[in-house]
């Protein structure tokens, strides 16, 4: 693959998932603008975390909520006040453009292991899907560097079948 394909197919991938930040693939409608306090009273009722701890970043109208579910799986949720997109830190691995309004369900099925991770057929991108109910699957790709995030190894080692 020359330079000027590689180029073109990142900003393709990049365009694609920016697309589908934009819009919800079910009904082609925005996504709805985010309420932080809403956001974070509902993770806090999920039950989900034992505890949600809401950080102010500047500018004002950020916030980073730190979140732990269990000892393996720690989250910060970046979430801007009025904005229909977050971005979701886990084990030091970015999870850019996920709906806000779907971002429990994203959490839900990340901490279930419901992740599908795979390199593609040229090995040159790690390519991660999270299943979302009605949505389809979330998808986003990254540069393959010769190493796999842990949990991405774990998500991996999950989708093999066992070996007889």
Known sequence: MDILSAISNAVARWQENRRHAERSLR???PWPLTDVAAFVAAVEASGLFESVEVVPVEPPRLFDLRLE??????FIVMVVDGYSACRIVFDDYV??????????????AVIAG??????????GQVLVGVPLAGEGTWRESR??????EPWEARAMARGRAPEH
């Open 27 to 29: 009904t082609g409608e």
């Open 69 to 74: 579910a269990s000892e393996d799986h720690f």
């Open 95 to 108: 999870f850019d453009w996920v709906p806000t309004c779907l971002a429990l369900e994203f959490l839900q």
């Open 114 to 123: 419901e992740v599908e991770v795979t390199l593609s057929p040229s090995g």
């Open 143 to 148: 540069d393959f560097r010769g190493g796999f």
